[in-house]
């Protein structure tokens, strides 16, 4: 089971990235699937995830309205549109595989890929 997260990058405040979250070995559907983040010196936050059962997408109150995840069942991947990014936004980036539907409780994420860093610049 592997997570390829990718599309990480430099962008202005108020700029957009598109974040995609590959699979391998393991098909989405049958995983919740959640994009975390974590800034330097802060703890691991928990972003957005969608639910294994139903596929609903669930947010953070900090990206809410912002960002959008979505999810390509032929390409087994899962993407994290981020718009109207702030400075506050700048992070590591990590998409996590669960075999349950855990929300954004990371404790409970099996798989997870090697991150991308976003560096929004104000």
């Known amino acids: 089971v592997q997570l390829q997260a990718s599309g990480g990058g430099l962008v202005q405040a108020g700029g957009s990235l598109r974040l995609s979250c590959a699979a391998s070995g393991f098909t989405f559907d049958e995983y919740a699937i959640g994009w975390f983040r974590q800034a330097p010196g802060k703890e691991r936050e928990g972003v957005s995830c969608i639910s294994r059962s139903n596929g609903s997408t669930y947010y953070a109150d900090s990206v809410k309205g912002r960002f959008s995840m979505s999810r390509d069942r032929p390409k087994n991947t899962v993407y994290l549109q981020m718009n109207s990014l702030k400075p506050e936004d700048t992070a590591v980036y990590y998409c996590?595989?669960?075999?349950?539907?855990?929300?954004?409780?990371?404790?409970?994420?099996?798989?997870w890929g090697q991150g991308t860093l976003v560096t929004v610049s104000s």
């Open positions: 996590a595989a669960s075999q349950v539907d855990p929300k954004l409780r990371h404790a409970l994420y099996d798989y």
